[in-house]
């Protein structure tokens, strides 16, 4: 398969994440990898929810080796990590549910090991400025990446591309939070995983020419209905708990706006990088 088009490119931009929790219960989740520029160069990040690196044992992120340039399809691997938590800096905000990672500190662990990263970052230029927000519809398709349920292309490595819409209006800050709602199946596994609007222009012919993409957030809660029929909002969970016992989820997901991913970047960039 060539890695021609922008959907193409999505499915490598996502890490799956495989965690062993402190009771001993196994989960998986979703992160992804953003580029960053900032006046010390440019600094590729993976990106999760906080909830999914808390309270973790150990946890693996798991690549897609290159071969001559080209993803090598199904040649997995796994980078295992004890002290997960620690590897991560966490937004300064603990009610922001996000966290990240550098990227080339594990780029270099894995090429010691004769191994090469095939990967394609989203570019943070991606993510809307006040402008472009104010440019959005009330209702816009979304599209995002991820392992939903656990559930990939196990023989190949590929993670999951769903559509859904928003279900609020992305200028507005949801319950007065940077935040969104959409309407899509988010299921565990979901957690971490990026969120796109993409805007095609009728006018032009088909294919990435005529497409739009903007990286509008990150997937961290979704919705339940309880036995009582309360719609109460919940972290998307690793693995399926007993949570989901008695419990349905309903098909909108909470999103984290992008600016709060580029909010922590420039915590991270102002703290390490910026001597």
Do not use: C
Request: zero cysteines; hydrophobic letters at 45%; charged letters at 25%.
């Amino acid at each position: 398969m060539e890695i021609d088009s922008i959907a193409k490119k999505l499915l490598f931009s996502t890490v799956r994440v495989d965690t062993e929790l402190e009771d001993g219960s196994a989960g998986s989740g979703t992160a992804f990898i953003l580029s960053h520029a900032h006046a010390k160069g440019n600094t590729p990040f993976i990106v999760t929810n906080r909830h999914l690196v808390e309270g973790v044992r150990r946890g693996g992120l798991v690549f897609t080796q290159t071969s001559e340039g080209r993803p090598a399809f199904g040649q997995r691997f796994q980078l295992n990590i004890d002290d997960f938590p620690a590897a991560w800096f966490l937004h300064p905000d603990p009610a922001v549910d996000l966290a990240i990672v550098p990227l080339r500190p594990l780029e270099r662990a894995a090429r010691d090991l004769g191994v090469q990263l095939y990967y394609h970052a989203i570019d943070s230029q991606r993510i809307p400025d006040a402008a472009a927000v104010r440019g959005f519809d009330a209702l816009e398709d979304v599209l995002f990446v991820g392992y939903p349920s656990g559930v990939w292309d196990q023989v190949n490595l590929m993670p999951i591309l769903r559509r859904g819409t928003t279900a609020t209006p992305l200028e507005l800050d949801f319950e007065g939070h940077k935040q969104f709602l959409i309407d899509a199946a988010v299921y565990p596994g979901s957690s971490g995983s990026p969120v796109f609007v993409v805007r095609d222009d009728p006018l032009r012919p088909r294919g990435d020419a005529a497409r739009t993409i903007w990286f509008a957030g990150v997937v961290a809660e979704v919705f339940f209905r309880e036995e009582a029929n309360q719609l109460v909002p919940g972290p998307v969970p690793a693995q399926n708990d007993n949570r989901l016992i008695g419990s349905e989820m309903i098909d909108l997901g909470l999103v984290i706006k992008s600016e709060s991913v580029r909010e922590l970047i420039d915590a991270y960039v102002r703290k390490w990088l910026s001597d």
